[in-house]
T-cell receptor, first 116, second 113 residues
Framework: AQTVTQSQPEMSVQEAETVTLSCTYD???????LFWYKQPPSRQMILVIR??????QNATENRFSVNFQKAAKSFSLKISDSQLGDAAMYFC?????????????FGKGTHLIIQP | EAQVTQNPRYLITVTGKKLTVTCSQN?????MSWYRQDPGLGLRQIYY???????DKGDVPEGYKVSRKEKRNFPLILESPSPNQTSLYFC????????????FGPGTRLTVL
């Protein structure tokens, strides 16, 4: 079974600075997807960014980018120019690419605090 | 508007009183899932469905039932709720096999007294 580990229960960053959230995963599969979801106080799950394992290029979405290290099974999220609206729980998630079970395996989350 | 809806959004009930949380999606997605979210545990999958009449257990299925009689609906049934089922529940759907993104409903906060 796959596991996803987020080793930072809570992170704090000054507004406008850069912060990196860590995620490692364990799998024996070669085809899979990785995601970062944001959960603000509204509790809605919002997709931030995704990465296909077969792609070597790191995904980028505006101020959000990932550092995908497939051999190390690491998938960190970098948030540049942090804004107050970035304050939320962030979940790293894994999904198998082989079909069958359709669910994600989630990490336990990192609570991101933005200091004004 | 493409969306996943859940009802009710909030529910307080008592031990043993059967309840159903509905989930509906208007995107013609084949795949639907239920998750529960608990502090410090992240999201854990309860059940999933790959199509109409096709369902299977996730990681924490005990105490729950599901059905998938129509493509758009995937209700979660608690036949005899217990306090340890107090949680935040999410329904999610995705387009189909090999497609990666899941779209989440707004969540249902359930309290079992």
């Amino acid at each position: 079974a796959q596991t996803v580990t987020q080793s930072q229960p809570e992170m704090s960053v000054q507004e406008a600075e850069t912060v990196t959230l860590s995620c490692t995963y364990d799998t024996s599969e070669s085809d899979y997807y990785l995601f970062w979801y944001k959960q603000p106080p509204s509790r809605q799950m919002i997709l931030v960014i995704r990465q296909e394992a077969y792609k070597q290029q790191n995904a980028t979405e505006n101020r959000f980018s990932v550092n995908f290290q497939k051999a190390a099974k690491s998938f960190s999220l970098k948030i540049s120019d942090s804004q107050l609206g970035d304050a939320a729980m962030y979940f790293c998630a894994y999904r198998s690419g082989r079909g069958g079970a359709d669910g994600f395996t989630f990490g336990k989350g990192t609570h991101l605090i933005i200091q004004p | 508007e493409a969306q996943v809806t859940q009802n009710p959004r909030y529910l307080i009930t008592v031990t043993g009183k059967k309840l159903t949380v509905t989930c509906s999606q208007n995107m013609n997605h084949e795949y639907m899932s239920w998750y529960r979210q608990d502090p410090g545990l992240g999201l854990r999958q309860i059940y999933y469905s790959m199509n109409v009449e096709v369902t299977d257990k996730g990681d924490v299925p005990e105490g729950y039932k599901v059905s998938r009689k129509e493509k758009r609906n995937f209700p979660l049934i608690l036949e005899s709720p217990s306090p340890n089922q107090t949680s935040l529940y999410f329904c999610a759907s995705s387009p189909g096999r090999g497609t990666d993104t899941q779209y989440f409903g707004p969540g249902t906060r359930l309290t079992v007294l």
